[in-house]
């Protein structure tokens, strides 16, 4: 029996790859390499190269491996460009999604993880944020997910079909032996963006208010080491497997970092001068973003392993520092 990772050569996905691998899984790898990258697929997964939409391509998947359940991380997920193309969004994040599980179904596979986002939850009333909380997405990308969501909700009303969703906000850090590490183009993380200008690939970094009500004055957000997240997506699928339960999940650090704080632990890591320039707000960022993990880590058994901020940073600087332009140098 396989597991099918969709988005599988992406940056959250190909680090659950190799975590599926270390736990003794065989994994199949579903991605059309939009955003992802097929040397961060490890060597001896079996790949398709392909798109959600493509049914007669997600047949013979299921039809050559022994599919008992799905990872589902394809999607597009840059906040701006989903407010600037929302059609594009609903296209690929949820028309594909629908006609994934379309086909899960009729292929007899009734089990799924989605990768969701702390972003279905838009502006927070509470701080941190429960699954509890309503959810009231503030852009067509957090909308998309939780229209997944839904979708999966039904699906497992109509057809049996089990579903874990997790919703967090940050994943950062790179593979601890420096295998596979972050390469987005254009690069939106903050932690990679400023390990980009410690590389002097960039002139600074911009700190995007120095208002708020925090108590350097800048955002404050959850960072999850992505090694940590591959073992949620893996936890999740167990008990998905023990219990044949759905449900909702967040994954948070517990405790949020501040812009500042990151730019310093940056410097300290690198031993570079970092060069950070004050901006405007931006519209719609919130001045705290932290997810409660409290559920994941009481049903999941989940507990992060690299939670000190000066560790992700570390991991993510051996993988920048050797692939200062990320896969393209290999």
Not at 265 to 273: A, F, I, K, L, S
């Amino acid at each position: 029996m396989a597991i099918l990772v969709t988005g599988g050569a992406g940056y959250i996905g190909s680090h659950t790859v190799l975590h599926l691998l270390n736990k003794g899984e065989k994994v199949v790898v579903f991605d059309n390499l939009q955003k992802g990258h097929q040397e961060a697929v490890m060597e001896g997964v079996s790949f398709y190269k392909g798109d959600l939409h493509d049914s007669d391509l997600l047949d013979t998947v299921f039809a050559e491996n022994e599919i008992e359940a799905v990872i589902h991380f394809a999607a597009n997920s840059l906040v701006g460009e989903s407010v600037e193309n929302p059609i594009s969004y609903y296209q690929n994040n949820v028309a594909g999604s629908l006609n994934l599980v379309d086909r899960m179904v009729e292929n007899g596979v009734k089990k799924i993880v989605f990768s969701s986002t702390a972003a279905v939850y838009g502006e927070p009333e509470t701080v941190p944020i429960s699954e509890s909380d309503r959810t009231v997405p503030g852009n067509p990308y957090g909308e998309t997910k939780l229209a997944i969501e839904k979708l999966l909700f039904w699906a497992d009303q109509a057809y049996g079909l089990k579903s874990v969703a997790l919703r967090y906000f940050n994943a950062a850090g790179a593979d601890p032996e420096g295998r596979i590490g972050e390469d987005h183009t254009p690069e939106s993380h903050l932690i990679p963006i400023v390990l980009e200008a410690a590389l002097g690939k960039r002139p600074h970094v911009s700190i995007f208010g120095e208002d708020y009500k925090t108590e350097d004055g800048t955002c404050i957000r959850d960072y999850i080491h992505v090694m940590d997240l591959a073992e949620a997506h893996y936890l999740a699928l167990e008990k998905l497997k023990r219990t044949e339960e759905s449900g909702v999940y967040n994954l948070g650090n517990g405790t949020g970092f501040s812009v500042k704080e990151v730019i310093e632990t940056c410097r300290e890591v690198t031993g570079r001068d970092i060069h950070a320039v004050a901006s405007p707000r931006r519209a719609g960022d919130p001045a705290v973003l932290i997810a409660s993990s409290q559920k994941a880590k009481d049903e999941l058994g989940w507990m992060p392993q690299y939670p000190d901020l000066k560790e992700i940073v570390k991991h993510a600087w051996n993988w920048h520092v050797n692939h200062p332009d990320g896969y393209s140098a290999q």
